[in-house]
């Protein structure tokens, strides 16, 4: 799973702005709405994709965010090969 | 008799010794405790300190919530013990459900370390129950996660509650309302960011934090009789 973590809508993301002020000095002047956030990859055993997603939704609730300032995407990422 | 103070000590704590020597400086007892014990033993009051509990992983104070000892320091504040939570702690406090809201980076993400100026906003929490509202403390400031924020139904609760403890004179983080710190409902659980424990003499510079913390020490012992 790829949970990405981040600042709500409305939390001032600074280190977002300054990156975004910083891409036109390298001529890209057509990005912009930068956020930057966290990325936390991990395997989980499901029976099926909606009861991990559901497990994953309350770790996220619970733990891997604070919904006071936060909110988070997870998405299914394949799963790595085993070292 | 005096008040004995608990301070916890979290893998990564960095306080804990300063405060338990501004405590034993004001004539109180104090005692570490360790964040894996399940209990807070035989103290009157607990502190939480700065530092980087758990390294701050995931977030400040994410993980240390969930260390054995907070399960008894939930029980002991349950119960009306004072418990304070200063800078990490404070942190620690707001991650742990026992006060509302968040500490995010501060405004323009600059870390700030210095003195700054607060003014006590209220008298009813045992960190400010000495002290009357207006009096301004001089007392040093040391993080980057400070600035204070929450939903407008909580800010406006704190306010009609009288539960904003301190506010900054000048503010310089961001936080919502200028708070530098809060109580619970009940003002037995404080948490606030600049740290009273570097201002507990005039050689470090002010000793406007230990009217803060023998404000702590008279709670714990009225507790304690």
Known sequence: ???????RPGIANPEGATIE?????LGFTQVWGVRT?????????ASDE?????????????FLTNPVIEDFHVSLAPAPVPA | MSATVGVVLFPGSNCEHDVVEAVRGLGGDARLIWHGAESVGDVDA?????GFAHGDYLRPGAIARFSPVMAAIAAFAAAGGPVIGICNGFQILTEAHLLPGALQRNRNL?????????????????????????????????????????????????????????????????????????????????????????????????ADGAALLRSLLGAGVVRAL
């Not at chain 1, 991990?52 to 309350?58: K, N, T």
């Not at chain 2, 607990?46 to 700065?50: A, S, T």
């Open chain 2, 46 to 50: 607990v502190v939480l300190p700065g």
């Open chain 1, 37 to 45: 956030g966290k990325a936390i990859r991990f395997s989980i055993d």
């Open chain 2, 110 to 206: 600059t870390f700030l370390c210095m003195p700054v100026e607060v003014e006590v906003s209220s008298s009813r929490s045992v960190l400010t129950r000495d002290l009357a509202p207006g009096q301004r403390l001089t007392i040093p400031i040391n993080h980057f996660e400070g600035n204070y924020t929450c939903d407008i139904a909580t800010l406006e609760d704190l306010k009609a509650d009288d539960r904003i403890v301190l506010r900054y004179v000048d503010n310089p983080n961001g936080s919502v309302d200028d708070i530098a710190g809060i109580c619970n409902a009940e003002g037995n659980v404080v948490g606030l960011m600049p740290h009273p424990e570097r201002a507990s003499d005039a050689l470090l510079g002010s």
């Open chain 1, 21 to 25: 002020r910083a891409l036109p000095a």
């Open chain 1, 50 to 62: 909606a009861a991990a997603r559901s497990q994953v939704g309350e770790l996220c609730r619970r």
């Open chain 1, 1 to 7: 799973m790829l949970v990405e973590v981040g600042l």
